[in-house]
């Protein structure tokens, strides 16, 4: 079975690969999918985020995860590389109402569609790729939220190294 794993992923956390791991272990095949829109408002251009997950995806291990972009109706993409489940993370309430939302209109959208939630992890639970972000720009610690890699990348853009 074929899950999507989709976001913007600005750049990802260890709360992301903690998803990853969790369903590339009960699932044949992940296929992190990134969203290309909205592209102005990110620190990190398509390449970049694809190119950081794939480095993780690398140094965890996972050998049933693939990166792909998509751009606009998310079902669009699940019908084009025939899937039918997406799965979200979960981290507090305040994601539910929005999560549940775009669930619903996703399955009215594409019949049959499933949507599964995955509670975050509770060390990660107050992990966003913003926060994380944020925390740099101000030069402090964010060793404990992404990995070595992403947070060389995220100093080097915020630095302009
Ligand atoms: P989006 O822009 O669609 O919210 P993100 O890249 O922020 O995309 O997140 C992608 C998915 O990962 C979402 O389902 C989000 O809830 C989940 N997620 C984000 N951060 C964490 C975290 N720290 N722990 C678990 N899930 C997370």
Redesign the pocket.
Known sequence: MKVI??????PI????M??IERISDKFDEVVVAV?VNSEKNNLFTLEERKQLIKQEIKDYGLKNVTIESFDGLLIEFAKKIGSKIIV????AIS?YEY?LQIAHINSKLYEGLETIF?V??AE??????SVVKEVASYKGDISTFVSENVAEKIMDKLIGG
Do not use: N, V
């Open positions: 794993y989709p976001g913007s992923f600005d956390t260890k709360g992301h903690d998803i969203l979200r993370g979960l981290r994601d999560e995955l975050s992890k990660y639970s107050y992990i966003s790729s």
